[in-house]
């Protein structure tokens, strides 16, 4: 029978070589994504416009308990497929502005501008850019942009809304005892020139004039009556034009 030894056991001290490359590597992984995390930005709201898009369009919903298999109607909600609409239009409108503005309308830089919210996009002419004082034919210079605008519009399915607005200052001569049938006859003539030049449908575009009620600047200063002294061309997402039977198809 063999004695005991008081040697303690062979023991490896210290983990294996390899764990120091593996958390050397975690360690590189972990900072990258937090490298990544700083520079990006989260806007919540187009967060929460996606999440929701991928939900209808999947069929989540805990509202109503169904017995069938959870299903979408498209592998894209409509919603979402507004918004490509939305930012198609919105560019290819920038786009055709913008290379106006620099070749031929740089005196009316300042009076013309593009802007896109949630739910509509505004063309804004500003100031005496398409009208003269107290008069509401369109004038000659930008009547080619008005084509282009337009030319983009036919492209959706929105509804147009051509709207005009005038400063708080009377009119004292002209055709126009006030400045809400100005506003009118302004918005009137917009329309009337870009459904004339591209192939818009008539019953998508609709007509208004607000006068001086609906300043967007306080009418003491120049600069303010400026702006107030606008024409809004408007592309809201409401739903497209339904056309009613005629009277003929009704009766079959």
Known sequence: MGMLSDDPPNVDKGAPTWVVTFGDLMSLLLCFFVLLLSFSEMDRQKYKQVAG????????????????????????ARDFDQEIIETRIRDDLGREIDEMISSELSEYKDQISLESSENEIVIRLMGESTFDSGKDDVREKLKPLLVKVARVLEKDHGHIVIA????????????????????????AAVAEYMLANSQIDPQRVSTMGFGEYRPIEDNTTARGREKNRRVEIVLSNLPPVVRPQTLNSSRQ
């Open 53 to 76: 898009s991928m939900e209808k369009a999947f069929g989540v919903q805990r509202k109503v308990r169904v017995m069938e298999i959870p299903k979408g109607m498209k592998i894209i």
């Open 164 to 187: 005009g607005h005038t400063d708080n200052v009377p009119v004292h001569s002209g055709p126009f005892k006030s400045n809400l049938r100005l506003s009118t006859a302004r918005a």
